[in-house]
Each structure stands twice: as structure tokens, then as C-alpha cells.
């Protein structure tokens, strides 16, 4: 996908601005916020699950060229190819060789937010093959003229149900229908055909899992079960961090998975595949691939950010952000919005092409709080900052302000100087009411907010002088 | 005991009334309060900007100025937290640092939970009657497991009723420089937190952390919003608002 991360401010200022998207952006923030809040307390012992969660996935990091070796040694002992994909081009280069080996013309895809790094819908359709997404928020986007996902579980939930009601209206040339249950029953029935016309599914993948050689994926409206069981052709899609060594381990993480992404106990469909159809067994594709995704990936794991490779895709870090709450996921600007997606963007598409994403949050933590897997994100989010100053990414200015800052800091005297004859200039500004309205080197500032001088005395004085007395 | 007070280098700066406050407060509870004259910044502004070097400098000299006290305390959960969960990582590879850094982070406290923690303190001095809503500050709350402390403290003022706001775990906005880089998307989320303190009906917002009060006052003003008062709790506290 096109990176539009340097736009950020821009693209936030835009979002801040759509009345439209704010209403759609507050309903989603009380829906899921108070669900998960509500799903958690189910567990016997919530923090007790959340630290074998996170253990479960620093371990299968830690270990992952064994559990990659595995995986592909068990998924090929049932009948299913393994292959590699180090770039996005080479994700779309092996899912058209694919293709063109077993003659598909149609694909039909689930929600794979792998599969969005590389535009892999666009090389399809270069390809002169057609493709139709199935999971309902994706398939909005794609008849929409393929506009980018704004959320990683929910990608169309910047749109209201009157919008979705239009965009089916003008598309399926049909009535207008303003009911959610009639909307869904519309797009079930287009999508029916296209389940049934397809020569290959293409899925993503909540879980490898290394010991069986099987994928998880993880849905609520089923498009996945038959994405992947009524063509012939199956590929699975997924990054290599997504290995989990056991399916007991991926029990405990799926406890966890649907509570913190949309507080549902467990989401609607939970699709184990393991292997191709075998002789005599009535489901299943009779040709199976997975395609495994660095793209980016290693250099995270032998990066000071592994503990970001936890990620099992929740979105409760973006649920939860106060930034993303209100400006939505399209201004990040790539695939992965909100505090993961601001440690992930960078490492993946360059430092240099991310720069507002690392400081795009307040530190507030509140991500590292919901995370299931413990990703100390803010943590990360100051590691890259730190990453950008070591390059030398940052505006001089800015890397003169703090050292400056430091040095005067470091001196007690001249900094007692520069703050008595500060705390007077502000008072100054303050004028008769005491509110400074515009703050030179601060416009950020002063632009949406006033600043209530001080006294005009430091505490450092004041507290001179009360000893003198 | 000997209390070092650490007092921000906010408030010394924009309401030093915050330092006294503290001050009285800590002397009710019985302790022997130094100032430390020389005292500035904790470096957190550099820290999270992401120059190290910038904050390091700093870290060692609140090391060296608090050592000789029993404990730290600083009315603000934003300077104690970097105090005492991020200068460890911030001063993790200067040699022969660890014992006494493990001293400095297990003595240093945000002042409403070592009044309460410590000091178990039974009264307090202020006199204030009427509505208070508190902003609970994302250092204070997430990095030093401060929430019924500052809650429990004004519970001991009888004229006071506090009435909680909706969302008052969400981040104001503030962020350090954040407030600067991205002022537009910080003054929408602290207009978010103006419209739950103003929903509230408190006439005083109460809270522990410099950032959040002049972020939150500042964008009341903008509001045009004149009659809710922005304290931090232990002017509250204390009785004391400006000195």
C-alpha cells in the first residue's frame, strides 16, 4: 500500500474536521471500549491469562526460526506447500504463480491485513484475474473504488450504516435498504455467488500453529470457512511472527483474542484448516499454500523492538487511544493504524518515511494497559523516537531546544536566572486577566488553547524569601 | 523523616502556590521537608523526545541532590514516574549506578500516595466547600497506581463532595510535546475533558500533574468557560491556591 505516514498532521486535521466521520468515530469508541471492559471480567484471572499470553508469544519469538521449521515440516507432512515470501512484491509475484499454475481466473479473498502491505487486489487485477473480498467491512471498501481500511478488525467502521446504504444502492443497482439485517442479507446474497464461482480463496491468518502444521483464522460472519473450503486452491497469508508452538497455547490466546478486540466472549467462527482435503473427508480445498511474510519482520525481531511482534492483531491499542478515537485510522497513512501501527509503520516502510507516527501519541499508555500480549507500546513509540534522533532525523532546531535546555538545566544558577526573568515575561504576557493568548515557538499551543501566566516569582524565590523571614 | 521535595520544574515556574501546598501538607504529616536549592528538571522533556543524552545529565543530578533524603516526593506523577520506573532504563548502562539508583526509585513518591501510603495521614489543613471533579493523570494512574489516594485525601474534607466525571482515566491531551507537534489533535482531546468536567458540575477541577492542569485550564479559557477553577489537589489540600 501507498505510505501517506509523512502526511499525518494534514490528514489528521482533515479528520478532525469530518462531522460525519466524528459521529461514526464516537460510536465506535463507546461500543468497544465498554465491551471489552465488560468481557474481561469473565475471566477467572484476567492478568493471570493476559502474562501466559504474552509469555506464549515472546516465546514462540524467541524461538521462531525452530517453530518456522516445524510448521513447515508438519504442514507439508499434510499435503500443503510451504513458501516464503521476503518482500510484499514477492507475496503478490507467489500468489499469481499460484493462480496461474491451476489455471484460477477468480479469486475470492478474507480479511487479510498482510495482504494490504503488498496491494495484493491491485496486482491481481493487473494481472487480468478478478478478486472479491468477502468479509463485509472489506467488501464495502473494495466497491468503494478500493479505499484504504481504517482499522485492522473493523475496517470500514469509519463509515455510517447511510453510507453503506448508498454505496449498495449505486453498486448492486438494487433498492435502497436502510436496515442493518437487510444490508448484510444484500451483500450475503452477492457474495453467495461469487463463493461459488471462485477458483481459489485467499485467507489471512490469526495463528500458525507449529505443532500441527494448521492455521486459525478467526471471524464473525464465516466468510473465512468458506473462502477456504469451496474453491479449490487455498492460500493462507500471514506474517512468520504469527507462529504459536502449540493449539494449547492457542487456546489460551483466543481467550483473550475476540475479549480485548471486540469484547465478544469468542468471535462467531473459529476455523482450524489442517492440511488438503484427504481421501474420503468431505471439507477442505485440495490444494493448500501458505505463504509466510518477512516483509520487514526479521529486522523487527533483531531489532530493541521485538516485544511489537506479540501482536495478535486485536486493535484494542487503537480502540483505546485517545488519538485514534479521534481522528480515526486513514490518517496514519499505511495498514496498521493507532499505537501498534505507529512502532510498526516505521520499522516496516523506513524510519525515514514515518516521522510523525512515533510522536503521534501522549505517552498515555493506555494501549499498554488493554494490550493482551503486554506490548510495552509506549516504551517502543520512545525507542523509535530515540532511532530518529540517533539518525539524525530530527529538525535541528528541535535537538538544539533539548540539548540547550539540558546544559542550562544542569547549571543552577543560570537556570534560577533564565526562570526568575521567564516567570516575569510570562506574567508580562498574561496582561491584565492573566491569560497568555499567543506564545511565540508554541503556536501548536496557542492555537487551540490560552495559558494562564504565572505569579511572575519563581517557587525557587518565594521559597528564598520565606526562609529569610 | 527527612523529606527531599521535589518540586517540578512547572511549578516552580508557572504556580509555585503548588510547592507550599506540598510543603504544608508534608509538615502536617510530621516530616522534616528539604528543598533541595539546586534542583531543576528530572530531564523527562529530553527522555521522551527521544535524547537520551539530553535527559541523562539531569537524572544523575536528581540522583546526587536526593540521595541523603529518606524519601523523594514530588507533586506530580509525570516527574516521580520518570523518577522511578524509566531512570533505570535511562541510566541502565552508566556503570556502578544500580545500588544507589535502587534506592533513589524505591523512595520516590507522587505526594497524594505518600500521604496516604506513608505518611497515613488523618486530616488535612484545607477548608474548601463545595463540588470537586478529579482528572486522574495518565503517570499518575498507569506508571505510580495512583487512584484512591488523591480521592481519599479529599474524602477528609467534610464541605467537600466529589463528583466523578465520565472518562476521567482519558488522557487530557497533554503529552509534553506533544501539545505543540500535533496542538490540534491535543486541543480536541482536551476539549473532550473539558466537556466531561463541565458535565460534572464540580466548580473545581482537582488534579496531580502540571501538564494536564495547564493544558485543561488553558483550553477552558479558549472555551470561554470562567467558573470551573483548575487546582492541583494539594492547593486543594492545603488551603493554600496562590502564593
Known amino acids: 500500500m501507498h505510505v501517506a505516514s509523512m502526511h499525518f498532521v494534514r490528514r489528521a486535521h482533515d479528520k478532525l474536521g469530518d462531522a460525519g466521520l466524528q459521529k461514526n468515530l464516537g460510536t465506535f469508541k463507546t461500543r468497544f471500549v465498554g465491551a471489552r471492559a465488560r468481557a474481561i471480567t469473565e475471566l477467572d484471572d484476567f492478568e493471570g491469562t493476559r502474562e501466559a499470553a504474552r509469555e506464549i508469544r515472546q516465546r514462540a519469538l524467541d524461538n521462531l526460526d525452530t517453530y518456522l521449521e516445524m510448521f513447515e515440516k508438519n504442514a507439508t507432512a499434510n499435503g500443503a506447500t510451504v513458501l516464503w515470501a521476503e518482500t510484499p512484491a514477492d507475496v503478490n509475484r507467489l500468489v499469481l504463480a499460484i493462480a496461474a499454475k491451476h489455471s484460477v481466473r477468480k479469486i475470492i479473498k478474507s480479511k487479510s491485513m498482510v495482504s494490504e502491505e503488498s496491494a495484493l487486489d491491485h496486482a491481481i487485477e493487473a494481472a487480468g484475474l478478478s478478486v472479491v473480498e468477502t468479509d463485509l467491512g472489506e467488501y464495502i471498501l473494495q466497491i468503494n473504488d478500493y479505499e484504504a481500511p481504517s482499522h485492522i478488525v473493523g475496517p470500514a467502521l469509519h463509515k455510517s450504516k447511510e453510507e453503506v446504504s448508498d454505496l449498495f444502492a449505486k453498486r448492486h443497482g438494487t433498492a435502497r435498504k436502510t436496515d442493518i439485517g437487510e444490508l448484510c442479507m444484500e451483500a450475503r446474497q452477492v457474495l453467495r455467488q461469487h463463493y461459488l464461482s471462485a477458483d481459489m480463496g485467499v485467507s489471512g491468518g490469526n495463528f500458525f500453529v507449529a505443532e500441527t502444521g494448521s492455521v486459525v483464522l478467526v471471524t464473525n460472519e464465516g466468510n473465512a470457512t468458506l473462502t477456504t473450503t469451496l474453491p479449490r486452491v487455498h492460500v493462507a497469508i500471514s506474517g512468520i511472527e504469527k507462529i504459536v508452538p502449540t493449539m494449547e497455547d492457542v487456546a489460551t490466546l483466543m481467550r483473550l483474542l475476540a475479549r480485548s478486540a471486540t469484547g465478544q466472549s469468542i468471535s462467531n467462527y473459529v476455523d482450524i484448516l489442517t492440511g488438503v482435503r484427504g481421501a474420503g473427508e468431505f471439507h477442505g480445498a485440495g490444494h493448500m499454500y501458505f505463504i509466510l511474510v518477512d516483509a520487514g519482520r526479521t529486522g523487527v525481531l533483531d531489532s530493541d523492538l521485538r516485544a511489537a511482534l506479540r501482536c495478535i492483531r486485536c486493535g484494542a491499542c487503537m480502540n483505546h487511544c485517545p488519538v485514534y478515537q479521534n481522528i480515526g485510522g486513514h490518517a496514519y497513512g499505511w495498514v496498521y493504524p493507532g499505537p501498534i501501527g505507529s512502532v ?62 539540558s546544559w542550562v538545566a544542569q547549571r543552577p544558577a543560570l537556570y534560577a536566572l533564565g526562570t526568575k526573568i521567564a516567570a516575569r515575561a510570562l506574567r508580562w504576557m498574561g496582561g491584565a486577566d492573566g491569560y497568555i493568548r499567543k506564545l511565540p515557538l508554541a503556536e501548536g499551543w496557542t492555537s487551540g488553547r ?17 526562609k529569610r523571614n | 523523616m527527612r523529606v527531599g521535595l521535589f518540586v517540578t520544574c512547572l511549578v516552580d515556574l508557572m504556580r509555585p502556590s503548588i510547592g507550599f501546598a506540598a510543603i504544608k501538607l508534608l509538615e502536617q504529616g510530621g516530616c522534616e521537608v528539604y528543598v533541595p536549592a539546586t534542583q531543576t528538571c528530572c530531564g523527562q522533556p529530553g527522555y521522551n523526545s527521544g535524547d537520551r543524552a539530553a535527559a541523562k545529565g539531569l537524572a ?34 552508566e556503570p556502578g549506578l544500580a545500588d544507589r539508583l535502587a534506592r533513589l526509585t524505591a523512595k520516590t513518591y507522587e505526594l497524594t500516595d505518600f500521604l496516604v501510603s506513608v505518611l497515613k495521614l488523618g486530616a488535612v489543613p484545607g477548608t474548601f466547600q463545595g463540588t470537586v471533579t478529579y482528572h486522574d493523570s495518565c503517570s499518575s494512574l498507569r506508571e505510580m497506581g495512583v487512584k484512591q489516594q488523591p480521592r481519599e485525601l479529599l474524602a477528609m474534607m467534610p464541605g467537600v463532595r466529589v463528583a466523578e466525571m465520565a472518562e476521567c482515566e482519558t488522557c487530557c491531551g497533554f503529552g509534553g510535546t506533544f501539545s505543540v507537534k500535533f496542538g490540534e489533535i491535543s486541543s480536541r482531546l482536551a476539549d473532550n475533558k473539558c466537556r466531561n468536567v463541565e458535565e460534572s458540575g464540580a466548580e473545581v477541577l482537582a488534579l496531580g500533574d502540571l501538564g494536564c492542569m495547564l493544558n485543561i485550564e488553558g483550553r477552558l479559557h479558549r472555551r470561554g468557560n470562567s467558573t470551573v477553577r483548575v487546582m492541583h489537589v494539594a492547593e486543594v489540600l492545603a488551603g493554600i491556591e496562590r502564593a
Open chain 1, 344 to 405: 510498526l509503520t516505521p520499522m516496516y516502510v523506513g524510519l525515514e518515511n514515518a516521522l510523525p507516527l512515533p510522536h503521534a501519541s501522549t505517552l498515555c499508555n493506555q494501549c499498554g494497559v488493554v494490550c493482551p500480549v503486554k506490548i510495552p507500546l509506549p516504551d517502543l513509540l520512545r525507542t523509535l523516537r530515540e532511532k530518529q534522533v540517533e539518525r539524525g532525523l530530527r529538525p535541528w532546531s528541535e535537538r538544539a531546544g533539548f540539548r540547550l535546555w
Open chain 1, 450 to 466: 490560552d495559558m494562564r501566566a504565572p505569579p511572575g516569582k519563581t517557587f525557587r524565590e518565594l521559597y528564598a524569601q520565606s
Open chain 2, 60 to 93: 544523575l543530578k536528581v540522583l546526587d541532590e536526593f540521595e541523603d533524603c529518606d524519601y523523594l516526593v514530588a507533586p506530580s506523577g509525570s516527574c516521580s514516574g520518570t523518577i522511578k520506573t524509566h531512570y533505570p532504563d535511562l541510566l541502565a548502562d
